[in-house]
């Protein structure tokens, strides 16, 4: 007998009905089932309503199964695995609002590990652009500012003003070194690259002179 393999490959997803007050999250466990067992997973759901943070406890174990939860708000945030000790694939997608209240109330690093990495995508908005700018220099963790900082790399030029005096307060002042090194290197690069390229292309008065 081959012995089983892999892990859990979830799908979550929710629903809030306003008219009867119900949050439904449902879960699906998407993994091969020739290849891996039907998990049983005892989980941790934290949701954030009304100013409020209230822990539910479930128990995962069908294909296909949903879990309703009376709330009388649509709820700020459901967050899945609040703990973050289930080992799995898992596909959960949040709102750029859910990603903004998760990184700023989830406790976990992890969950501002997601946060960061999700609201990424939607940098150019201006309430994610500084709240990010907040993450670079004053997260308590150094991956999570590098990891925020590193948001700004496709938009460095376009919002040059916003960005350069944090990107240059954490050069200088960041108490780890190789944030301040990678910040410094940034800097340099999209402040004197565009110049350098400005006065160096063809029929430039610094190219004339050369």
Sequence with gaps: MVPWQGHPELEISKNYDAAKQVLTLRVKQLQDLSQCPLYKLPIDIDIYSGGKKERKRVVIEDV?????FNCPVNPDLVNFDAER???CVKTYSKGTDELIFQLKNAPLFSDRFEAIS?????VEKNDVLQLLLKSAETDP???LRNTAM???ENIATSHKDEIRPVMLRVASNDKNTNVRARQYGFYLRIT???IWKTHTRPGSTFHRTQ
Excluded at 64 to 68: H, K, R, T
């Design 192 to 194: 004197w690259v565009p």
């Design 85 to 87: 000790q289930l080992l």
């Design 141 to 143: 963790w150094f991956e």
């Design 150 to 152: 590193n948001a700004f």
């Design 64 to 68: 296909d199964q949903s879990f309703n």
């Design 118 to 122: 999700n609201l990424s995508a939607s």
